[in-house]
Nanobody, 118 residues
């Protein structure tokens, strides 16, 4: 059974930082391209960042590029997302996922809430 479990969300002031983690199990993590998506209140799911199986290729949605850093530790089956210089518009539930085609993903975690206050 595939499991993706996010953690690390919380409440932070604008300009602050958070570190999200996603622990994966039930599939070969080291062979899998992984994704972070988010859903803000009243909005659709948005692709934020993704990373190749070896970690050498990363994608960032333009609004987060330069502020967020995606990484992975294949030995620990864990995906990370560092969030820096947070803005109120970054408030959302953040999900890790695998096998995504656009915003449609085969598997997605339960999400972790990130709330940025002004």
């Amino acid at each position: 059974e595939v499991q993706l479990v996010e953690s690390g969300g919380g409440l932070v002031q604008a300009g602050g930082s958070l570190n999200l983690s996603c622990t994966a199990s039930g599939f070969t993590f080291s062979n899998t391209w992984m994704y972070w998506l988010r859903q803000a209140p009243g909005k659709g799911l948005e692709r934020v960042s993704d990373i190749s199986d070896g970690g050498s290729i990363q994608y960032y949605e333009p609004s987060v590029k330069g502020r967020f850093i995606i990484s992975r530790d294949n030995a620990k089956n864990t995906l990370y997302l560092q969030l820096h210089s947070l803005k109120t518009e970054d408030t959302a539930v953040y999900y890790c996922a695998r096998e995504c085609n656009g915003n449609n993903c085969r598997d997605r975690g339960q999400g972790t809430q990130v709330t940025v206050s002004s």
